[in-house]
């Protein structure tokens, strides 16, 4: 990361740096994101919460996109949103209390007719990285319908890629009060991506060697926090991006001596 940072500031392109450079977007890979939840526990909309000029829908949106297109964003019914790029689809989901297989299956729907798979994310996942991204999305090519990482004992299905075609078994079900995300797992070829396996890929262990990609916001305290670690990360560049012009500054006298 540090050194991509720095590949990234010496080119002068401030916006590849402060994103960590572009992957290109994955083949087939759309994007969806759910944020129809009620927030109960984080007492107010976390689509809305600010974080490092934008909101958290706002974020978790640019960093999906910069690795999967078209973008679907599920919400809940008369739910207001915030500004959202060109392009980006909002779904409204009528169906409350089905938890994230309800939303993943209403996703699933709306991407079907330009992706063959999605990768499908919370609202607030705000240290995504399209790596983390990248990563997933080449595993489930690896012949598998699913790919879910499990972290601590826990799997993370709003983190995982999953081929639109699993939207039938989801429906069912759906349909069947079978609403648990293992019973899905169970139906489709699913791979349960370890953390060890994850960061076997180069590209993520550098770009975020400590699986950030999987945090979660529930609570006002865990928001702060991450916004003290943003507050800390974005410092960290600015340190790095000094040291970049730092040494080219120093180059470019150098070879005007030479001239």
């Known amino acids: ?80 949103l915030p500004p959202l790029p060109e392009g980006v689809l909002v779904v409204r989901d009528p169906v409350e209390g089905r938890g994230p297989l309800q939303g993943i299956a209403v996703g699933l729907e709306a991407v079907a007719p330009h992706a063959g798979r999605a990768y499908v994310s919370s609202t607030d996942a705000p240290f995504l990285e399209p790596a983390f991204v990248r990563r997933l999305a080449d595993l489930q090519a690896g012949g598998y319908a699913i790919a879910v990482p499990r972290a601590e004992g826990h799997h993370h299905p709003l983190g995982a890629v999953y081929a639109c075609a699993v939207r039938g078994e989801a429906a069912a079900l759906l349909a069947a009060d079978r609403l648990r995300m293992s019973f899905l797992f169970e139906r489709a070829r699913t791979l349960v991506a370890e953390p060890e396996l994850l960061l076997a890929d180069p590209r993520l262990r550098e770009a975020d060697p400590d699986l950030r990609s999987l945090r979660n916001l529930n609570t006002p305290e865990e928001y702060a926090a991450a916004l003290r670690e943003l507050e800390g990360d974005t410092a960290a560049l600015r340190e790095l991006a000094g040291d970049a012009g730092t040494r080219g500054g120093g180059a470019g006298t150098r070879g005007g001596g030479a001239g």
């Open 1 to 80: 990361m540090k050194q991509q940072f720095l590949r990234a500031v010496e080119r002068g392109d401030a916006r590849a740096a402060a994103e960590g450079g572009g992957m290109g977007r994955a083949a087939g890979l759309a994007g969806v994101v759910l944020c129809g939840g009620r927030s109960s526990r984080m007492g107010r909309p976390k689509a809305w919460l600010p974080f490092g000029g934008e909101v958290l829908l706002q974020r978790v949106v640019r960093r999906l996109a910069e690795v999967a297109w078209p973008i679907v964003v599920v919400a809940a019914p008369e739910q207001e």
